[in-house]
Structure formats: C-alpha cells, structure tokens
C-alpha cells in the first residue's frame, strides 16, 4: 500500500487502539478519489486526516497506525480512521452498487486486519458502549454524538453496516477476530537487505508484520522498505537496530505484545 503521508496528525500514540472509525469523505464515487482524498490531506490547509482512504480500486494509507489522525475529535487518540468515497446522505442502494460493492470489499480487508492486529471486535458499538470504553468498530456520527466535540454524521444513516461487517467476517475465515495468537514458524535464516532474499519465510515475515500494522508490501523480497520497518521495529521493542530479521526479531514478531 502506498503511504501519501497526510500534513496533520500527531505524531505517536497517547492511549491504545480501541476503535476503527469509519467515515465518508464527502467526495463523489470514483475510479481516483481515494487517491484524491490523500492528496487532499498531504496539502490542506485544514487540520484533518484519516489511517486510510479506500475507493473501488485502491486504499491508499496517509498516516501510520502508530500514529494519530485527526479524523473524530474524541476518537482520535484511541482510533484508526478510514475514510470512504461517498456521501452520507447516499440511500443503502447507492452503498451497495456496483462501486459501493466493490469499496466495501477493500475496506473491509483493511478493517480486518486492523481487528487482526488490534484485537479488535468485528461488533458496531452501540453508543453506550462506546462511551464505555468498548472494543470494537463505529462511526463518526457516533463519535459525534458521543464526544460532542464535531458534528458529522458520516457515513450517514443508510450506510450498509450489515455488509460491511459481514465482508469483515468472511476476511476473517470466521474467527471474529482478535484471535491470531499462532506460534512463530520455525526461524531459517536472516532475513536482509540486498533483495537476493527471496522465499515464503520473508512472506510470512511481511504477512505477520503487516498483520501487527506494518506498512510494508507481501511480495516474499526483503527490499529496503522491509529493512525500514525491520529497524523501526527493532527500536521500537528494545532489540538491536540492525535491520535484520534475527531470531529475536522474527519470533518477537509472532510474541510480542501488540503496542
Ligand atoms: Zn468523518
């Protein structure tokens, strides 16, 4: 997934993920409005921005799940925002034409490896639960209602939730999430740069990082991008910042407490 880093956003973490808060952009359907959306947040003016944009045919990520979006005011510091093209005031028909379907199915492989990742419920929160701090998935016009701290009421009211965690589901092979506590398969080799590294232990490296939030691509090459991520790992659970996928840092990719 390409990263079109968004110009606002806070750097870091001050609470652990809790919610995916999905959002509509307020921008019409098209083949390259995700890509618009991201172009939008890496230059405006206004101090906003989301995770993830997702159209019909592509996510493109503007900030890091590390990180904090400016997307709901009140669920920011505990969210992963995704935004979608469309309009909150869409009917539940519009949602789910050939477009809406197509949209629905990328965001709902994002959502489902954010509640891989995260641990996190495929459930709609009520808006009790989520002013009780609960686990799980919700939207802006509930972050609104709740926080009362912005008032958007995307994705609207005809928005297809049904559909949306079903997709989730499926993705998930009925797992309901938060349940991908597998053993590290057995470690071989170290995993470096230069890309003569090849096979299915770097894929399956990329796969739980991309599991645990990472930004990096499951192509089965150990490229520089990977090596990043390897580092900023590294740093980021206390271990050697080599750059190397030891055997350390391999099985701490599959033990490690999520953070
Ligand atoms: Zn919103």
């Known amino acids: 997934m ?61 900030v890091r799940d590390q990180d904090t979006a400016w997307a709901a005011p009140g669920g920011n510091a505990d969210g992963l925002q995704l935004e979608m093209a469309g309009y909150a005031r869409q009917t539940r028909e519009e949602w789910l034409d050939a477009y809406g379907k197509a949209m629905l199915g990328r965001a709902a492989h994002q959502v489902a490896a954010w509640s891989r990742a995260y641990k996190i419920p495929v459930r709609k929160l009520t808006r009790a639960e989520l002013r009780a701090g609960g686990r799980g998935i919700t939207s802006h016009a509930d972050i609104s209602a709740v926080y009362r701290r912005s008032d958007h009421t995307d994705p609207g009211n005809a928005f297809p939730w049904d559909v949306l965690l079903q997709l989730v589901r499926d993705e998930l092979g009925g797992d309901g999430g938060g349940s991908d506590d597998v053993d590290a398969p057995a470690w071989k080799r170290p995993l470096s740069w230069p890309p003569t590294t090849k096979g299915d232990d770097v894929r399956a490296w990329q796969r739980q990082m991309r599991k645990r939030g990472w930004d990096l691509v499951v192509d089965g090459w150990y490229s520089g991008a990977d090596e990043d991520v390897c580092r900023a790992y590294q740093k980021e659970k206390g271990l050697p910042e080599t750059g190397v996928v030891d055997e350390r840092t391999w099985r701490s990719a599959w033990t490690a407490p999520i953070t």
């Open 2 to 62: 390409r990263l079109v880093q968004a110009r606002w956003y806070h750097h870091g973490r001050i609470a652990p993920i809790r919610l995916i808060v999905i959002h509509d952009m307020e921008m019409p359907e098209k083949p390259d409005t995700a890509e618009a959306c991201a172009r939008m947040f890496a230059t405006t003016g206004r101090e906003a921005s989301a995770h993830a944009c997702v159209d019909s045919n592509s996510i493109v990520r503007c």
